[in-house]
């Protein structure tokens, strides 16, 4: 049987209602450098405020670029894995754990970098399918609109993020989607537990090809069991065929059983191709994948579906080419921080120019809040808090120099570390 999500309790009438949030719980389970002048500091600012409108840029770029599958609609969000669950929620929990897709414990360092959500098994888009609507993407938008007014992040934080399926929430009303919690902080602060959005299907932009994941391989003539990881474009996958790489026979057909999962009890002769096939009608095949009867684990290919835009996809690659996730919080590919500061005390310091790199707590490294996105939270720069890190883009190492411009502004010149 496939994972799937714990039901409420029948004493809870829906996920996050205002009446359950007591028992929510139940219901799912720097100091500065004396040496070193201020003006020095100051110039560190003016560049990171500088590779700030680089990076908004690069936000509005692929903002822009996302390609739309279907129209707007209205709908409710909530968020899992958070306080509300009891839960921390930079753990892995349901949708980045064991969501009922198949795709298990998923790396935050990774694309889609948990920004992940489950559907309704009522929606309109897991009826439509195929499998669920598992490794679909989905563009989400906070609207401030009663009975929820007040809660979006409003100004200049204000995105949309994008999010993959990876699980379905049965007890979710048909317009409810269900994010994850360091994702939905981006919309609206997690403890809010409720918002009204707008959202719409558009195309997956994963930064690299397919990614094959064989959980059970059992050799010719016995069980093989693959699910398909990191698909773009539409992303939805139909069917998924297999044959012996160089054979003139035809290809055998993988049934799904559940989630995203493709199988069959009478696996081909190894080394084994792989035609997957997109609802769409487009097609790829990734030739030799599975090298060897026994063979489990992940299976690099080189193919991708068609993806509109793939300037976007370029894009993105070179901004986590380090596998880290990026700042681009347009596109929903990174984390963003909790919106209140954690307590404790710094884990390090540092200094750069008389900035200090002292993280807000003992829990995380300022490494790994540059990883959050937490350097972008007003609460980290009202502490002064990992100066040095904020001094780099987040997901990718630059070096750059600032010159005068003939106009007599600052010029920003930068180039990524190879």
Not at 118 to 145: H, M, R, W, Y
Not at 236 to 256: C, E, F, H, I, P
Not at 322 to 338: C, E, I, M, N, Q
Not at 375 to 387: D, H, I, R, T
Request: with cysteine.
């Amino acid at each position: 049987m496939s994972p799937t999500r714990d039901q409420s309790p029948a004493s809870c009438s829906g996920k996050h209602d205002d009446a359950c949030f007591s028992r929510l719980p139940d219901c799912r389970s720097g100091h500065r450098d004396s040496g070193v002048s201020s003006r020095s500091c100051r110039r560190g600012v003016i560049r990171t405020l500088l590779l700030s409108s680089v990076l908004l840029w690069l936000q509005a770029r692929l903002s822009l670029a996302v390609t739309p599958l279907s129209q707007w609609q209205s709908g409710i969000a909530t968020n899992y894995g958070g306080p509300y669950d009891g839960k921390n929620p930079y753990d892995p929990s349901w949708g980045t754990l064991d969501g009922s897709c198949g795709y298990g414990k998923l790396d935050k360092a990774q694309w889609p970098y948990w920004s992940v959500a489950a559907l309704s098994s009522s929606s309109s888009f897991v009826q439509a399918g195929p499998i669920n609507a598992c490794g679909q993407c989905f563009e989400v938008k906070c609207v401030d609109t009663p009975p929820f007014q007040g809660r979006c992040i409003t100004g200049a934080n204000q995105v949309s993020v994008i999010v993959q399926i990876t699980d379905i929430c049965p007890e979710c009303a048909a317009d409810h989607i269900d994010i994850q919690a360091l994702t939905y902080n981006k919309l609206s602060k997690m403890e809010t537990g409720r918002i009204n959005v707008m959202y719409r299907r558009v195309e997956c932009v994963p930064p690299k090809p397919m990614v094959i994941y064989v959980d059970n391989n059992g050799g010719q003539g016995a069980w093989l069991r693959l699910f398909i990881e990191q698909a773009g474009g539409a992303a939805a996958v139909k069917q998924v065929q297999v044959r012996t790489s160089g054979s003139t026979d035809g290809y055998t057909n993988l049934n799904n059983k559940w989630g995203s999962d493709w199988e069959t009890s009478n696996a081909p002769k190894f080394p084994l191709d792989i035609n997957i096939v997109g609802a769409d009608g487009d097609s790829v095949t990734a030739y030799q994948v599975i090298q060897n009867a026994g063979a489990t684990g992940k299976m690099p290919t080189s193919v991708q579906f068609k993806i509109s835009n793939p300037g976007d996809q370029a894009l993105t690659a070179a901004v986590n080419s380090d596998g880290s996730s990026t700042s681009v919080a347009a596109r929903g590919d990174s984390l963003a921080a909790p919106g209140a500061a954690p307590s404790g005390s710094p884990a390090s310091a540092g200094s750069n120019g008389g900035c200090t790199d002292t993280p807000p707590s003992s829990a995380y490294t300022c490494e790994q809040q540059k990883g959050f996105n937490a350097c972008s939270q007003s609460w980290m720069s009202a502490g002064n808090f990992c100066a040095q890190t904020k001094l780099l883009v987040p997901g990718r190492q630059y070096s750059g120099t600032v010159q005068n411009g003939e106009d007599g502004r600052l010029v920003l010149t930068i180039a990524p570390q190879e």
